[in-house]
């Protein structure tokens, strides 16, 4: 199967600072997501992204499908926007999510 | 149009009973997916059923089972419980099936077993 990394683990910003979490995959995929895990556990949708660039608010996303990357932009970062970001993908031949490890991110005051 | 429905939320366990875990997707949605999140082993994909057909499998024991019914339901059952079953159990639901479409998660069932 594919292997999903996401870089960096773990990340502090100032409220107001922007940042990029950086998602690699190791082949072809069909489907890429991005997403937030709130404090109770849920998953967030924020991206569905196989490529292209898409944006809503202070958030947008890259996928260089090609390079096998992903970007997650968040600007202006608020203390909400903390928790963990997960970045997702589905192999071209099958139909099971790869997770990344996450990405904690922590927006300070 | 109501979410990704799961069932219990929040439920305990000792060692060696079972427990069955509950999906309801977003209406219209076909395929239901299973994952489990632990602290060590992070997200997992557990199975993902698709028009009441098992189509694809994770690399867990037989303790772990599932089924979807004819409105797309879905149910998974753990037998023989273990410590380590212990997890956050999330259930997705896609329109399509899980390669091509967009996934939406539920809040999730919290297992913890004693």
């Known amino acids: 199967g594919i292997q999903v990394e996401q870089s960096p683990p773990d990340l502090i910003l100032q409220e107001g600072a922007n940042s990029t979490l950086r998602c690699n995959f190791s082949d072809s995929v069909n489907n890429l997501q991005w997403f937030h895990q709130n404090p109770w556990g849920q998953l967030i949708n924020l991206f569905y992204?196989?490529?292209g660039t898409k944006q809503n608010g202070r958030l947008s996303a890259t996928t260089v499908a090609t390079e096998r990357y992903s970007l997650l932009y968040i600007s202006s970062s608020q203390t909400t926007d903390s928790g963990v970001y997960f970045c997702a993908a589905t192999e071209t031949s099958g139909s099971r999510l790869t997770f990344g490890e996450g990405t904690q991110l922590t927006v300070n005051p | 149009k109501a979410g990704v429905t799961q069932t219990p939320r929040y439920l305990i366990k000792t060692r060696g009973q079972q427990v069955t875990l509950s999906c309801s997707p977003i209406?219209?949605?076909?395929?239901v997916s299973w994952y489990q999140q632990t602290p060590g082993q992070g997200l997992q994909f557990l199975f993902e059923?698709?028009?009441?057909?098992?189509?694809n499998k994770g690399n867990f024991p037989g303790r772990f089972s599932g089924r979807q019914f004819s409105n797309s339901r879905s149910e998974m059952n753990v037998s023989t419980l273990e410590l380590g079953d212990s997890a956050l159990y999330l259930c997705?639901?896609?329109?399509?099936?899980?390669?091509?479409?967009?996934?939406?998660f539920g809040e999730g069932s919290r297992l913890t077993v004693l």
């Open positions: 059923y698709f028009s009441e057909t098992q189509r």
């Open positions: 209406s219209g949605h076909r395929s």
């Open positions: 997705a639901s896609s329109l399509h099936n899980a390669n091509t479409g967009e996934l939406f």
């Open positions: 992204i196989p490529s």
